[in-house]
């Protein structure tokens, strides 16, 4: 394995050692059966570790940002994926940055132990895309309910969720100063909702991602479950997201130091024309390139979650990181898979299962080119272009 020497080495082992009880093969089963990985979430779970970002009055390990990075990156430098339960870790930060305290005493706690699953978010919706203050999903108040009308598409994890925070609409847009005002942020309890007004529709995809089109019917919620302001929704789901970005950079690294490790060990064996295939600077070369920008992706996610940990501003590290480590995962992946021959593409070597799982980062959370244009206009203050 690619070395780590850092001062996170501890967690790094313990992490590992987790992992290890949870063998290439599972993964591969649960990719083949297009299942969910019950057990190794369970396994962190109870170990404590998707707690990290939950302070230790509420029950969780208090840990900031860059150790929990340093979690989600082990996962995937194992083998395995996080995608699976990474919702776990950073969806409770609606709630904790902005619920009421009485919200807090009751979640946290509960999410802390596992015993509630905080693992979906719902914001994206089918015909308005990215272009998220359109949504068209409403909530509207009706003494001490909010009733909810719309449909959401690519919500995560929800077949394995007992919460779920809900951005909706609850002033019509004509109505609003600015776009992005006039959304707000609920606690969607799915075991009350699912057939009372919401019904779930499984994707299949080609990630083996538990995703799912939403549909809400008159769907009714109690108000005290409105977290923060009414109408303030908006700002509060891109609070949470420099963290979701900062955590999704660390398992693309973790992605791109497994395609290393295994493209390297693999092109040592691999005899060809007598000799070894990592022998040809034409072999050497994609995968040094690929090593080098993995290598400078950690350095923009350690920034970004430093500056995260300092409270300072850290919305451009975040997006960049997420961008520079999406990218150096796939170069790796392609790299990784070239070099496999006709074996990348055999799943027993769980080269086309990680490259598929490398892949959702162009595109999700956040795509690349909706990165390149945060950095155009925040940062070089090039003119809007949306
Ligand atoms: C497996 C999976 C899981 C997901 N999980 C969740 C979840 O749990 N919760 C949730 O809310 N969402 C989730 N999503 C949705 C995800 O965040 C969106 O797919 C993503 O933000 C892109 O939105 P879109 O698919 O509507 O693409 P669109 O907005 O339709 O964009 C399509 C393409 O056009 C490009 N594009 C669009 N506008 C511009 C522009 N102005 N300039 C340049 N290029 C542009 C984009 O880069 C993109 O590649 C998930 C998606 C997937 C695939």
Redesign the pocket.
Known sequence: MTETNDQYQDIRDAVRDLCSQFPDEYFRKIDETRGYPEAFVDALTQAGWLAALIPQEYGGSGLGLTEASIIMEEINRSGGNSGACH?QMYNMGTLLRHGSEAQKRHYLPKIASGELRLQ?????EPTT???TTKIKTTAVRKGDRYVINGQ?V????VQHSDLMILLARTTPLSDVTKKSEGMSIFLVDLRDAIGKGLTVQPIL?M?N?E?NELFFDNLEIPAENLIGEEGKGFKYILDGLNAERTLIAAECIGDGYWFIDRVTKYVKDRQVFGRPIGQNQGVQFPIARAFVNIEAANLMRFDAARRFDAHEACGAQANMAKMLAADASWEAANACLQFHGGFGFACEYDVERKFRETR?YQ????????IL?YVAEHMLGLPR??
Request: hydrophobic content about 35%; cysteine-free; glycine content about 10%.
């Open positions: 919702g979906s978010m719902g914001v994206t895309g990215t272009d959401k690519w919500i995560s994890r995809n990630v991602h995703t959702l595109v999700a959370p956040i795509s690349t080119n909706l244009s272009s949306f």
